[in-house]
């Protein structure tokens, strides 16, 4: 079955970097596009980035100029790259797949 695993979160101060990694396995990863979410709390989850399977992104303006989102086929796996970290990133990041599936996240926690 469809199984995706996210890693890479983590504390870091405000203007730090982290990268995110999702692993998939269970479907044909260089056909399917891939999304990034997050959840903050007390607020809805949000779309953050997405990546066709052609590697064409999209960004939510939230985040333009600091993310970004890559994948590699060869290894199953897409990555967010997080840059110019602010405190109001601070959420827990899902990476989304085929058939509404999704990963158990992780947690990002940007401090001040």
């Known amino acids: 079955q469809v199984q995706l695993v996210e890693s890479g979160g983590g504390l870091v101060q405000a203007g730090g970097s982290l990268r995110l990694s999702c692993a998939a396995s269970g479907f044909i990863f260089s056909l399917n596009g891939m999304e990034w979410y997050r959840q903050a709390p007390g607020k809805q989850r949000e779309l953050v980035a997405t990546i066709t399977y052609r590697y064409s992104t999209n960004y939510a303006d939230s985040v333009k100029g600091r993310f970004t989102i890559s994948r590699d086929n060869a290894k199953n796996t897409v990555y967010l790259q997080m840059n110019s970290l602010k405190p109001e990133d601070t959420a827990v990041y899902y990476c989304?797949?085929?058939?509404?599936?999704w990963g158990q996240g992780t947690q990002v926690t940007v401090s001040s």
């Open positions: 989304k797949g085929p058939s509404n599936t």
